[in-house]
């Protein structure tokens, strides 16, 4: 885990709803919680949509729309962060989501492609 996102995590869910989104491509969702409990995170996230449960994967809208109606939110009072420009941010503002890209792992083959062309409303490096 990145040395800053536990804190972000804990600090933001004192004031939002949090929920995780993810394509999971090599793991399927009950490992990723597993994962999320044995680094002691799980209990900051109120929901989840893996694409083996949902059947879809980002950009489809029902991978976002699971949890927005799940937590009775309108896209435009949500906020998605994510570190994939095709899937996370487009996938996010098409629906009117704000968007967050996360650029911030210098070890990622992703992070490396990218370019500062975005539709998102900011890039994060930390």
Known sequence: MEPNAKTAIQQLSKKYILGIISDTGFSPGRI???MLE??????YFSGF?????????????????TLLNMFNIAPENA???GDIEHTDIVGAKKLGMKAIR??????????H???NETQADIILKD
Do not use: R, W
Not at 102 to 111: A, F, H, L, R, V
């Open 79 to 81: 906020l998605h962060i």
């Open 113 to 115: 492609s990218k370019n």
């Open 102 to 111: 996360y650029d911030g792992n210098e070890e990622s083959n992703i992070t």
């Open 49 to 65: 949509s893996y694409s083996d449960e949902t059947g879809v994967a980002k950009p489809h809208p029902k991978a976002f729309n």
């Open 38 to 43: 044995e680094i002691c995170v799980k209990q």
């Open 32 to 34: 990723m919680t597993q």
